[in-house]
């Protein structure tokens, strides 16, 4: 056996659904294989072919947390995700790679036939919800709308249509979900994909296992462009 493989193994963190489905091209493209599903296993710590990486499947909003505390050495999380933990406290995080996965953008949303541009006009006090609290907030201060926000943690689209709130900020990609529920996007706050997040200790400590992960991610990233 290789020293390599009697060390502990590296951890990378990502979230079950789109992170994990798209992050498996890029560890193909690494020489990486995952036999297990996350959707169908129940287990939270999937083995690799590579005995030097195992994953570890957490909540999508959690994954900058476990690898801040170094609990995973990296992990895959959107920037969405990253701005909202970074209000907390991002301290220990190293970002060195936009993957380019799981593409789409934060939006202002409301029900066709609300007149939104006439209701900033107006100056009119808007009950906002959504899950994006610290994005929705900087980006209406600087349009200077006032706003009250709501906090949800999912179903957005739902909101205006009960009368809880007059807009949402939600994420949008094909616009299936806004169309089906009536809504229309009025404003694009930022572009938003994923990207590589890494421990800064694990960097140090552990940069020989580490450093050419983060490069084969970086160069199989770069050919799907
Ligand atoms: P949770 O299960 O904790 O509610 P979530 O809904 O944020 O998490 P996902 O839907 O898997 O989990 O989203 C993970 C990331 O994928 C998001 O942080 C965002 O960056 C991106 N994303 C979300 N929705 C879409 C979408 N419709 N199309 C493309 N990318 C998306
Ligand atoms: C996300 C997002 C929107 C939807 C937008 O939900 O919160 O609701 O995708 O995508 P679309 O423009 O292609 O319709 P997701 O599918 O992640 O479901 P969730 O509510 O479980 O997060
Ligand atoms: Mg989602």
New binding site residues.
């Given amino acids: 056996m290789s020293p390599a493989a009697l060390e502990k193994p590296l951890t990378l963190a990502l979230s079950k659904?789109?992170i994990f489905d798209e992050t498996l091209p890029l560890l193909a493209a690494a020489g990486i294989q995952v036999s297990e599903n996350p959707e169908s296993s129940r287990k939270l710590i999937l083995p690799t072919s590579d005995p030097g990486l195992q994953l570890i499947i957490v909540r999508a909003s959690d994954v900058p947390t476990y690898v801040q505390y170094g609990a995973a050495d990296f992990g895959i999380a959107g920037k969405d995700v990253l701005f909202e933990h970074a209000a907390g406290n991002a301290g220990g995080l190293y970002q060195p790679i936009d993957l380019n996965i799981a593409r789409?953008r934060l939006c202002v949303a409301v029900r066709e036939g609300f007149d939104y541009q006439a209701a900033v006009a107006q100056g009119s006090r808007l009950r906002v919800a959504t899950?994006y609290v610290r994005a929705a907030r900087e980006h209406f201060a600087r349009k200077g709308v006032y706003v009250d926000l709501i906090k949800l943690y999912?179903?957005?689209?739902l909101a205006p249509l009960v009368g809880l709130a007059d807009a949402i900020v939600?994420?949008?990609?094909?616009?299936?979900?806004?169309?089906?529920n009536h809504l229309v996007a009025v404003e694009d706050i930022v572009d938003i994909s994923s990207r590589l997040i890494v421990n800064q200790a694990s960097l140090k400590t552990r940069a020989k296992q580490l450093q050419p992960l983060i490069d084969a991610f970086g160069r199989a990233s770069a050919a799907e462009d």
């Fill in positions: 659904g789109r789409c899950k999912g179903s957005m689209e939600d994420l949008v990609s094909t616009g299936n979900t806004l169309k089906a």
